[in-house]
């Protein structure tokens, strides 16, 4: 019996150039975040600090996206925690302050909105190419049928 090796393997998918570009996007959304909305948030209540674990590592796993190491499917689930992120940090800066300021308001209207629209396009993204793939798939078992 033999053993299939790595060369026989299928190979995952990986990401496109736009999933990759959306990677970035989300990246530089997400750099500026941490600089105008984080930081002065844990100097304001440092308790908050494990809080942003999760963020950053998905911070760091962003980057292998980016990179474009990673396949379809480790992409989706990233993108997915990604979203269940961006609400929870929503819901958790609006809770961590009483009365932001203006500024602050419009910070977290930016950031919330960018990174909600990144996310679901690249989710969206993901599903079409799927989609697509299993249409030229199961159009070519017909065709062999």
Known sequence: MTRPTTSSLPKPKLLSPLGRGLAAAQLAKETLTIVLLGVPLL???????????PGLV????????VLGRVGQRGAALVWGFTLIDELWGL??????????????????????????TFTLAA???????????????????????
């Open 58 to 65: 998905l911070y760091a796993f962003r980057w292998v996206l």
């Open 123 to 145: 989710l969206l993204e993901i599903g079409y190419r799927r989609y697509r793939a299993r249409r030229g798939l199961r159009r070519a078992l017909l065709r062999a049928a």
């Open 43 to 53: 100097l304001a209540q440092p308790v908050l600090a494990l809080a942003a674990v």
């Open 91 to 116: 819901s958790l800066y609006f809770q961590a302050y009483d009365a932001p300021t203006a500024r602050q308001l419009r910070y977290v209207k930016w950031s919330y909105g960018l990174g909600l």
